[in-house]
């Protein structure tokens, strides 16, 4: 469904502005602009009045300066990926499309990192990278551009040993709301020299600058790679053995957790033989004595916790069928209701508080009667619910909202976070207060009102609560 | 050498405010003034006006509220082993010590991290945790304050494996030029819930807001460590197989480079037996299987490039005298040249153009004619050079002042940056243009005077040139 704002008073003359430049490469096309909305979840597409695709960072300066002046709002977009609305239009304006911006500029071997243009993806990259020994180890499922996993602060199954994009982005060039081209880093692996300003643009959203070009940390792809499941009794106890894990220095590169209603959807799905129980997923990392010695401590791990047994391979065969199975999960509880719609959300918890936290979710669940699997990068606390809504039901979507008010409140009591690596977009705003206090969103309105006076990239996101 | 500045206006009223609430503990003695001041290299001591003893968040606050009140500077100060000029007070004003805020508030050891006050010493913190099967790794040489590592985005032997302070603070208490007191992010790892202002505050070097507490990321104490020496021919060697070794994913913990000028200054000094050649140090943290597997494979490594033989133990009393050797490399260094200062400083570029940075370093350290020995922690492309400098020939301060600049050119042209990890302060004020880029330099300080609109946070430090 899609909900028309008004569009943004001077978009006509930017239009005018930029057609000498950009041609045809800005459209007021209704199907391009239909597909530059969210379009995921249960939120209103809000449709932008028009979509400008860019090919260089002078474009994109070029596009937003027009747009400052007269002051018509921003809205960057990469795949259009993310859950939470964040390339919605609500104040209409100008979508600046960058996944034609898809170059790969280059790859330092020895430095071990690579500069890319935002619109490549995540396995466009990783496909270019395979005969360097190196490889870019953020996952978080979708085939993201590179630009909006950074814009959003993505993480995903590798982050317990690998980290989140602010661990794997080096340096970043965007262009401010003035118009300013800024290159936030030099390419050292580390500098003291002044403001994080990398860090501030990692999941700024779109909302103090559009980025333009990235300069990334690469891994060496591991000698060896082994992998496998175990199933446990109760989410409780594969919690507890995720704890034990990472406490034992094992420098797991993977652990997932499948409650049982996943499980049975994956099994369905993939035809794997998975047991009717909670799952941990895992790999390892290293050289071939190395793996094999992580596959074999956990193993010893996991029983100790009641679980196992823990059939584990370094075939690579094997192991792309169990991280295929994992990654269609979303896909694989789409049958678990047919014609529901499935709203995937997300809480993080510090990890000791992570067992209560699904327990008592998945009590909730029970209670309310809901369709909703779980999955979980439990390294991180980080876990997902993707409750599955009859959408012509609304006694059952005001339940659902509900629930995930809940779930997150749940989350901020136990010291934990409203999203681990969805991000804020329109829908986790109304939490933004309760998580981080007054004071701290009014520093957060502080940077974005000294950067963005006029509230044009991106507005009603992240702190913005005017749309 | 001191120099007074005048008197900020307002101090008097401040010191009468704060009195009632602080008693002893703000004074103006003369010999506290002085130690409030930077005195560790050729930087004049700045004194501030008084010094405040703070002893909680609440009493940072009513200090901050104070002084702002009466437009007076605040420097925070933790035990004032920064090399860069950062608690000089070129504009008076009160230095705020939270030294006596140190205490451990908390270690959650199944979420691997604690909670500390600012005050509190690395090795305190690590002392602390001895039973706990955890440590905190970021380890400058220095038994710097958390606060003051957190304020310069501290690194040091351990970050090539361990990350810097940037990579280890989950979240952090602190008071904002106007009073607020803000805490950047919950205890989750991780979070996509706004701003990142964890990492802005993390190297912000007090100029921003003052730090009063902490929740840093702990580590699991390796099973096992194994550590030692290898000589190579030349710099250029030991730096490829630096490389060579991060490249074949072996995850060292330390890789520290010696030149051979501080190689015979740390054999005399610690009487172990080195060579006179540059020189790795390393260490591995692992399994038992693990580290002795890594430090074969790094001997093999140093082979092909001419290195060697790698001698390695994991006997811990071999390796502590080792590292005391490396940390003790400032003092041992000061027999180079007797009477004479030594001026640290540090730069960093993408490690594949550290061999040419170090060795053309080294050419002009020849041609010169200094004595500058060069240290690095190599596996982050970061070096550190100490030329010993005879303070009362001013031809010769002149020289190394030139020397340190071209060094920094060289590396910013190297694409890296004029510190690697001992900030900014006084000192590198002035290549931040260069680094950066005056768009990027003007967004810093977009950020600065919009936390900070009236400049009484640190004033005349990292982006401000007004002093």
């Known amino acids: ?26 459209t007021t096309a209704a199907a391009v602009r239909e597909q530059h909305a969210s379009q995921l979840t249960w939120l209103l597409s809000q449709l932008p009045d028009a979509v400008a695709f860019a090919e260089s960072t002078a474009e994109v300066a070029a596009i937003v300066k027009a747009c400052a002046a007269e002051n018509v709002p921003m809205i960057a977009f990469g795949t259009g990926t993310a ?22 500029l280059a790859v330092n071997t020895e430095d071990m990192d690579c500069v890319v243009q935002p619109g490549v993806t995540r396995q466009t990259l990783n496909s270019y990278l395979r005969d360097t020994g190196l490889f870019f180890p ?46 936030t880093a030099r390419r050292a692996r580390k500098s003291s020299a002044g403001y994080d300003l990398t860090r501030l643009m990692v999941g700024s959203e779109g909302t103090l600058g559009i980025i333009t070009e990235l300069v990334l940390k690469l891994s060496p792809v591991p000698e060896a790679v082994a992998g496998g499941i ?55 990392h290293g050289s071939p004595q190395s793996v094999a010695e992580q596959s074999q401590r956990f193993g010893e791990i996991a029983e100790t916790f009641g679980g196992g047994p823990f059939e584990w391979s370094d075939k690579a065969e094997q192991r792309a069928k169990l991280w295929q199975a ?63 809504v009859d959408m012509s039901n609304p006694d059952e ?54 950067i963005d006076p006029h509230n044009l990239m991106n507005p009603g996101k992240l702190v913005d609560n005017s749309l």
Chains 1, 2 share one sequence.
């Open 1 to 26: 469904m899609a909900l028309q704002p008004s569009p943004a008073p001077g978009i006509a003359k930017v239009i005018d502005a930029l057609r000498p430049i950009l041609g045809d490469r800005i």
């Open 83 to 104: 859950f939470e609305g964040h390339v919605n239009a609500p104040a209409g304006g100008l979508s600046i499309d960058v996944s034609r911006m898809n170059r790969i």
């Open 138 to 183: 953020v996952d978080p499922g979708a085939d993201a551009s590179l630009g909006g996993m950074t814009a959003t602060r993505a993480s995903g199954t590798n982050a317990v040993r690998y980290g989140t994009m602010k661990d794997n982005v080096v340096a970043l060039t965007a262009v401010l709301p003035n118009g300013d081209v800024v290159r």
């Open 230 to 284: 175990c199933p446990f009794p109760t989410v409780r106890a594969a919690c507890d053995a995720v704890i034990a894990t990472i406490q034992s220095a094992i420098p797991v590169a993977r652990i997932e957790l499948l409650d049982e209603v996943t499980a049975a959807a994956v099994r369905s799905h993939s035809g794997l033989a998975l047991m009717d129980s909670p799952l941990l997923l895992l790999e390892f």
């Open 326 to 388: 994992r990654h269609d999960a979303y896909w694989a509880c789409l049958a678990l209701r047919p014609g529901a719609r499935p709203i995937p959300t997300d809480v993080c918890v510090p990890i000791a508080r992570l067992a209560d936290c699904v327990e008592q979710t998945k009590a909730e669940i029970a209670e309310l009667g809901l369709i909703a699997p779980v999955v979980g990068h439990v390294g991180d606390g980080n876990f997902h619910v993707q409750p599955m």
């Open 397 to 450: 979507i005001a339940t659902v909202k509900r629930f995930i008010e809940r779930m997150v409140e749940r989350a901020i009591a136990m010291d934990g976070t409203c999203t681990g690596e969805h991000g804020v977009g329109q829908e986790k705003r109304r939490y933004l207060e309760l998580e981080h206090g007054p004071e701290t969103l009014a520093l957060m309105r502080t940077i974005k009102r000294a």
